[in-house]
Nanobody, 119 residues
């Protein structure tokens, strides 16, 4: 079984920065993608940023230029550096991992970490 554990959330003022971390443990192999999603109150969960095997990254349009995803799929770790935070970034942030598998890939989620941007 795989577990994802996030850390680094908290309360920050507009314009501030936070760094989220996620580490996977358990049966970790053949990781395809790791990344971050978020869910604000009353809204659907949405993609924030991902990093794939090989290092290619993908960002939601609303975080481009402000957030940076990094990590090491071989070590099953992923980070999200969040700069220039705005109140609209307030949400629960979830770590996400996809493993190659047969007959279908396996998808895992962390428990979530709260990020609140407020003055």
């Amino acid at each position: 079984q795989v577990q994802l554990v996030e850390s680094g959330g908290g309360l920050v003022q507009p314009g501030g920065s936070l760094r989220l971390s996620c580490a996977a443990s358990g049966s970790i192999f053949n990781i395809n993608v790791m990344g971050w999603y978020r869910q604000a109150p009353g809204k659907q969960r949405e993609l924030v940023a991902t990093i794939a095997r090989g290092g290619s990254t993908n960002y939601a349009h609303f975080v481009k230029g402000r957030f940076t995803v990094s990590g090491d799929n071989a070590k099953a770790t992923v980070y999200l550096q969040m700069n220039s935070l705005i109140p609209e970034d307030t949400a629960v942030y979830y770590c996400h991992m996809v493993q190659f598998g047969s007959p279908a890939p396996s998808v895992y989620w962390g428990q979530g970490t709260q990020v609140t941007v407020s003055s």
